[in-house]
């Protein structure tokens, strides 16, 4: 008899797929708010929330009863032009009620990467009708993730995400990322940014007492603006 996982391998095929991991995978059988169950029965934090979907926690019967209410009326309507549906339209209210006052109107899509993908077509649409059709490149940041279709797989600033798959999208490029506190070449590896420097400012120095589980405390300097040391 196959076991699970052997019914996984057999029929699936996974996002970044590892057929070495895969066949030690998690099989995820129930979740009760942040924490979601293996089929071993052991319990696991739902740190990612799924894959940041699952936003209000598993196990929400009032979201499951609506989810039924509505499909047993109307289970999927377009909304490409010339369509629309009342649901729809009540979403777009009431995120324009809970919005910054300038965002008005939303396009719904079924996640990060395809809503990714229409910014970057919104963007270049935007620049093409104000007569700026040479504006088309994008900039991102290095360790950064943005999805994993293609364009937004190139917007994705974690290299091992390319090799496989390229060439890339042209005209998206990658800046350093704002982390201040880590100490790297430009092209570190991650085990380099697993490891942050331990900065401090020169005004700071460190404490005689051996008991003190903090080593580093401010001298007498202590408006001192000096740069990091």
Same mark, same amino acid.
């Given at each position: 008899?196959?076991?699970?996982? $052997?019914? $996984? ?36 934090? $739902? ?17 499951? $009863? ?6 047993? /009326? ?8 010339? %369509? ?44 093409? /009708?104000?007569?700026? @059709? ?42 350093? %990322? @704002? ?47 000096? @740069?990091?040391?």
């Amino acid at each position: 008899m196959p076991t699970i996982l $052997d019914r $996984d391998l057999a029929h699936l095929i996974h996002s970044l797929h590892n057929k070495q991991a895969q066949a030690q995978a998690h099989v995820w059988m129930r979740g009760e708010g942040a924490v979601v169950y293996d089929q071993n029965g052991k319990a696991f934090l $739902d740190a990612l929330a799924g894959l940041w979907n699952v936003v209000v926690g598993h196990g929400r019967k009032e979201l499951a $009863d609506a989810a039924a209410r509505q499909m047993s /009326t109307l289970a999927y309507a377009t909304c490409y032009a010339g %369509s629309t549906n009342p649901p729809a339209i009540e979403l777009a209210e009431r995120l324009s009620e809970i919005c910054y006052p300038n965002i008005r109107r939303f396009y719904f899509t079924c996640g990060g990467s395809e809503s990714n993908e229409a910014a970057f077509k919104t963007a270049r649409f935007f620049w093409k /009708t104000a007569g700026r @059709p040479e504006k088309v490149k994008f900039i991102s940041r290095r360790f950064a993730y943005h999805g994993t279709t293609l364009a937004a797989m190139t917007a994705t600033g974690l290299e091992s995400y390319w090799p496989m798959f390229e060439p890339r999208v042209p005209g998206f490029s990658h800046i350093e %990322s @704002p982390y201040p506190y880590v100490s790297r070449s430009p092209r570190a590896t991650r085990a380099t940014v697993a490891r942050p420097a331990r900065l401090r400012p020169t005004c700071w120095k460190k404490k005689s007492s051996a008991r003190v589980r903090r080593p580093w405390r401010r001298s007498s300097a202590s408006r001192c603006k000096g @740069p990091a040391a």
